[in-house]
């Protein structure tokens, strides 16, 4: 049967129509479908890439900002002392209060360890946290006595030692309170507390200073043994007490005794009580 010239065309054209089809759905639908899928990994994979870019970039201030909040750290860490150890913290008081011509410490106590965690801004109890403890001395002075060879010191030598514990370590050491006592005994007795501060941080940032003087154990051994006394001269015998404590180095004895006329003289130390 022979077509003809329009119906030649016709079959043509839908031939064509469905090769185009054809082409449509077995070719180039897949290959767009597949091309939006990657341009969808495309841009994911560059929203990445540009994040990631961004932070490169700002590395060098990021290192300086953290490089600034380390040193704040650090700083803050240094304020308060590593830790607290009686021992030492009295010893370097002791030393202050010698330096200062105040060697006769008669009492050193220290009250109870207070600690107190840190607590988070959400309420969480954090593993730093901040002790402190109180520091109790009793000092004699030597104002009164004027003979055996015993250096007349007082008030103003504890004042001396009171400003210099001050104002070492304003952060770290805070005097809690000052006083004296008479003993009308020709001598008086000068009275101090400090509170000495300290971080307890396990994961401290900043180093410890070894040569902090509160930390560091750096005295002689303790001598013990020895007699103490005083002279007398210019008590009354009335206000004499045969048994009070006199916290003294070893010294004659002169003007009158308990027990013996008054203006008397002896050479025996008054023992220690």
């Excluded at 002689?220 to 009354?236: C, E, L, N, Q, R």
């Amino acid at each position: 049967m022979k077509l003809s010239k329009r119906e030649t065309i016709m079959v043509v054209v839908l031939v064509f129509v469905v090769f185009i089809a054809g082409f449509w759905f077995l070719l180039l639908a897949p290959a767009r479908a597949n091309l939006a899928a990657v341009q969808l990994d495309y841009a994911s994979i560059k929203q990445v890439n540009d994040s990631n870019q961004a932070i490169i970039d700002s590395v060098p201030t990021l290192k300086a900002t953290r490089d600034a909040l380390v040193t704040n750290v650090s700083d803050i860490e240094k304020q308060l002392l590593p830790s607290l150890k009686n021992e030492v913290i009295t010893e370097h008081l002791a030393t202050i209060f010698e330096k200062n011509g105040l060697p006769y410490i008669t009492l050193i106590s220290c009250d109870p360890v207070v600690t107190e965690q840190f607590q988070h801004i959400d309420n969480t109890i954090s593993e730093d946290s901040v002790q402190w403890v109180r520091v109790n001395m009793k000092i004699s002075g030597t104002d009164g006595i004027t003979e055996g060879g015993i250096p007349a010191v007082g008030y103003k030598e504890f004042i001396t030692a009171v400003k210099e514990i001050e104002t070492a370590n304003p952060d770290t050491i805070h005097v809690y309170s000052i006083s004296m006592e008479d003993t009308e005994q020709g001598f008086q007795y000068f009275l101090i507390s400090v509170d000495v501060f300290a971080f307890n941080l396990p994961n401290r940032i900043s180093a410890i200073d070894p040569t902090e003087p509160y930390i560091s154990w750096a005295r002689d051994p303790v001598v013990s043994g020895g007699v103490f006394g005083i002279p007398y001269a210019s008590i009354p015998p009335s206000q004499i007490s045969a048994g009070f404590f006199k916290p003294f180095a070893p010294a004659q004895l002169t003007g009158g005794n308990p027990g013996t006329n008054a203006g008397a003289n002896t050479a025996a130390p008054t023992p220690t009580p």
